[in-house]
């Protein structure tokens, strides 16, 4: 009762503390929504625009909801890279001063005809993290140290992550694998694996038909087993894309799904950490 008045009385005298609000953020894509939630905690709150791992990325269209959350946000965080060019239409349609923007790609020096899949870069998130903490900082210096201890736990639960990368590029580095897309591309880099077939992967993510030969060589690699896994990308579904799957797995390829969203219930470490444990499984042979 104490504490309840005691709050009561420092309401009454200083009416700001009535009025606080947690700091409002959209996130283009859940993984960054994710993030930020992880780094706010209660101090903000986090709208995430794409959050379905069944659907397409590439076939969303933003609605008039969304438009309004865009509008109304403070701070807004997009991936860029013209990996969801509605963004800045949006973002240029409702104009606002004290808004601020984080658009990703920028922040790690890529651009549009880059691989936009920016999030499986390793370094793409400690990025992001400093970057959002400093914004939040100087809207809501009072949570100063809150939003400080809260990236400091993110950091540390980024260990795991890394330490899984650096034991995968000891043991694997300069095996060959491929994928029907590009998703996996940064992180496969980062591992030092030899990522085949990129020409098609390129094609099908742009929505155009691989040519023959690319279509030639890819299924050569698998029948001839010189790729040690298959990455495929299991939010889209194209007949091209399960053909190649066909022959992976008549062809004795270990075949392993990345998405490009994040699973519900699970954070963006924890969904990157299984994706890594899938592909060591599939790489040592002991896939399930």
Known sequence: MRKFLLLALAVALNPVIALAEPVTIVAAEN??????????????????????????????EASASTARRIAEAR?????????????PKLLSASPRSKRKTIEVATLVHKKPGDNPHLWYDPNTMPTVATTLIALLVAIDSNHRADYERRLSKFEEALKPLNEKVGALRRKYAGVSITATEPVFGYMATAIGLDMRNEDFQLAIMNGSEPSPSQ????????????VKVLLYNNQVSEEMTKKMQTVARDSGVPIVGISETEPPATTFQEWMLSQLNALEAALGGNQR
């Not at 939630?37 to 209660?42: D, E, F, R, V």
């Not at 997009?78 to 963004?87: E, K, L, Q």
């Not at 279509?215 to 010189?226: G, K, P, S």
């Open 75 to 87: 701070i807004v965080i997009f991936n860029g890279a013209d990996y969801d060019p509605w963004m």
């Open 215 to 226: 279509i030639a060589a890819f299924e050569n690699d698998l029948r001839t087993r010189e």
């Open 31 to 60: 993984f960054y929504g994710d993030v930020a939630k992880q780094l706010g905690g209660a101090d903000v709150g986090v709208a995430s625009i794409l959050s379905n791992p069944d659907q397409d990325p590439h076939l969303f």
